[in-house]
């Protein structure tokens, strides 16, 4: 698959797509490759206030436990509950139904210190 | 780094390559974890059709000699005379204070002829164990067969029906926990009825160079390869201890919950002593398993708490996609450990309830 051009990359493997004020944010197709079968996702309450590159949650797959780091900060204004139901979902498509959460951003300057699609590929590569 | 250098590798290392697999080091051996369809999609194969290990990396030892079977009942709390020829036994191995060095199956072959099989991160200890003895013991001669013999763990409802067609005569024949000689596909083998998954099947020794044309005969049959990250989970839904994990030479077969194969009444055997005085005085915890009520994975470490006070450690635990439920174990106070009792556990902070359930979580429909 390849890695969407739409968006920004983090280098703990977290994406960030911008709509607006509201951030959408989740994990790229090569940590749930290197995870493997992702069977619990761990999400902060709507309302929660996160820092950019603080851990923010949790994910294990079958043989270990993982954080997650926020690629932005800001306010938890959505969580996909359908992850937390089913957390397959994850692996299934981590672009676009595994997203985890929409986190509303007042400084957009945040995404400056993210990736774009071409150098996460980059780094990934190594 | 010279510790990957000195991973050993299994007569199928090149096999579980080439197939895709994610290596990974366990015990002293780089092993298939999973392979390319992952750790939930080979439990379900193992568990609904059938599936094969690569388990070469366990320890093969063999013992010979008139006095092969004393020498063993003197060591090993097996009751090996009490086993009649071809049959096997699952038992703990403990040391004169009666702390647990490994947990194996010996295999009597013949009337001075014995096979153990023992992890594979436990190989050197449980030779330490022995070795020294043996030497010193005339009419018993001790062989490594590891290097020698490969293993292969064919498991699942489909197991038994699909080693007979490759089997003459036939594999079906050898009943639970029984080993004998056969040939599987042509090549010349020893076929024992026993694995670590809960469900029924094989455990085949080719000869090493023969290793790769058993892997892929039973491949072409449809058997499903399936690394150790699929195994653990399966051992775990099916009751079965990790030595190093559920158990280490600090534990102790009761509170284990490993009486049943611990036979110390042989007279002669070295930790009969410390066993009986052990069981006599009885443990405070034991071995106890639970399944999650609130959301969370138990994980090996955590700590089980009750009103405030940790009263447990848990050991193992997962998410089992048999039963859709995440599951442990581990040693709880004594008074906690009845069927149905609730407590926490501490998942990073976060108190999560769990209820006790009887051991093993899952256990195979018998035809």
């Known amino acids: 698959m390849t890695t969407p051009d739409d968006r920004k990359y983090s280098e703990e493997h977290e994406w960030a797509l911008v709509e607006g004020s509201v951030i959408t944010v989740g994990i790229t197709r090569y940590a749930t490759d290197s995870l493997g079968d992702i069977v619990f996702v761990e999400l902060p309450e709507n309302g929660t206030e996160v820092t950019q590159f603080d851990k923010f949650g949790e994910i294990e797959s079958v043989k270990a436990v993982s954080d997650l780091f926020t690629p932005v900060g800001g306010k938890i204004v959505e969580v996909n509950s359908g992850v937390i139901d089913m957390p397959e979902k994850v692996n299934e498509d981590p672009y676009t139904v595994g997203w985890l959460v929409k986190i509303e951003v007042s400084d957009q300057s945040q995404l400056d210190k993210l990736m774009d699609a071409t150098a996460y590929d980059n780094l990934t590569a190594e | ?367």
């Not at chain 2, 008139?66 to 009942?73: K, N, S, T």
């Not at chain 2, 293993?151 to 024949?173: F, H, N, T, Y």
């Not at chain 2, 989970?233 to 990790?242: D, F, Q, S, T, Y």
């Not at chain 2, 994975?297 to 940790?310: F, N, S, T, Y």
Request: charged content about 25%.
């Open chain 2, 1 to 367: 780094m010279p510790d990957e250098q000195a991973l050993r590798e299994t007569p199928l290392h090149r096999t579980h390559v080439a197939a895709g697999a994610r290596m990974a080091p366990f015990g002293g051996w780089d092993m298939p974890v999973q392979y390319e369809d992952g750790i939930i999609s080979e439990v379900r194969a193992v568990r609904q059709h059938a599936g094969m290990f690569d388990v070469s990396h366990m320890a093969r030892f063999q013992f010979v000699g008139p006095e092969a079977v004393a020498f063993l009942d003197r060591m090993l709390a097996a009751d090996v005379a009490g086993l009649s020829l071809g049959r096997a036994r699952y038992h703990v191995i403990c040391n004169e204070q009666g702390g647990i060095i490994d947990d194996a199956i010996v295999y009597r072959i013949t009337d001075d002829q014995c096979l153990l099989v023992a992890n594979a991160g436990n190989a050197d200890a449980v030779r330490d164990w022995l070795i020294p003895s043996a030497q010193q013991n005339g009419g018993v001669f001790f062989a490594d067969l590891s290097e020698d013999v490969a293993m292969i763990a064919v498991q699942g409802p489909k197991a038994v029906e699909i080693v007979d067609r490759l089997c003459p005569l036939p594999a079906s024949s050898v009943r639970p926990f029984r080993v004998r000689r056969a040939e599987i596909a042509g090549i010349p083998s020893r076929i024992a009825r026993t694995g670590y998954t809960g469900e029924d099947g094989f455990e085949i020794m080719p000869p090493a160079d023969r290793a790769v044309d058993l892997w892929r005969a039973l491949e072409a049959e449809g058997v499903v390869p399936a690394g150790l990250g699929a195994r653990d989970v399966l051992r775990l839904e099916a009751g079965l201890m990790l030595h190093g994990n559920d158990m280490t030479v600090g534990n102790n077969p009761y509170e284990a919950g490993l009486e049943r194969f611990t036979y110390i009444d042989t007279p002669g055997y070295v930790a009969g002593v410390a066993l009986r005085a052990i069981r006599d005085a009885g443990t405070p915890r034991v071995m106890t398993g639970f399944r999650m009520v609130g959301r969370g994975i138990p994980r090996h470490g955590l700590a089980v708490m009750k009103d405030g006070e940790q009263v447990g450690t848990v050991t193992s635990g997962t998410h089992s996609p048999t039963l859709d439920a995440n599951i442990g174990m581990g040693y709880v106070d004594r008074g906690l450990s009845a069927e149905g009792t609730r407590f926490e556990i501490d998942v990073r902070g976060r108190l999560v309830e769990a209820e006790v359930v009887s051991l093993p979580f899952y256990s195979r429909k018998r035809g």
